[in-house]
């Protein structure tokens, strides 16, 4: 399986961007997804998650209320949307998926997922 995380740039603080990743000739529905993000010097932290077939989703305390997470099956993509954005939102953002879906305890643990994206990135900054 190989994810491809794109959309990444130069936001000002306050704006909004969206990310996506796509997986050619695997359905992203039947996958667990999960952005992850790292910024320099800081270990890498699960920013949000959406549950195969019935798109459940969660958030990390940090951007709850800010980013979105979806999918298009149409597009066979899981795309983040997020608004009013904030300095510390600066990473490189990476798309994981699983097999088996993890809980609520482990969503934001990277051992939980087995395919990653190259990243992409993302930088915040007047």
């Known amino acids: 399986v190989q994810l491809q995380a794109s959309g990444g740039g130069l936001v000002q603080p306050g704006h909004s961007l969206r990310v996506s990743c796509a997986s050619p000739?695997?359905?992203?529905?039947?996958?667990?997804v999960t952005w992850f993000r790292q910024a320099a010097g800081k270990k890498r932290e699960g920013v949000s998650y959406?549950?195969?077939?019935?798109?459940?989703?969660w958030y990390a305390n940090s951007v709850k209320g800010r980013f979105t997470i979806s999918r298009d099956s149409a597009k066979n993509t899981v795309s983040l949307q997020m608004i009013n954005m904030k300095p510390e939102d600066t990473a490189v953002y990476y798309c994981?998926?699983?097999?088996?879906?993890?809980?609520?305890?482990?969503?934001?643990?990277?051992?939980?997922?087995?395919?990653w994206g190259q990243g992409t990135l993302v930088t915040v900054s007047s």
């Open positions: 959406i549950s195969p077939h019935d798109a459940t989703t």
């Open positions: 994981a998926a699983a097999n088996m879906n993890p809980s609520y305890a482990t969503w934001a643990e990277e051992k939980s997922y087995d395919y």
């Open positions: 000739g695997v359905a992203l529905n039947l996958l667990a």
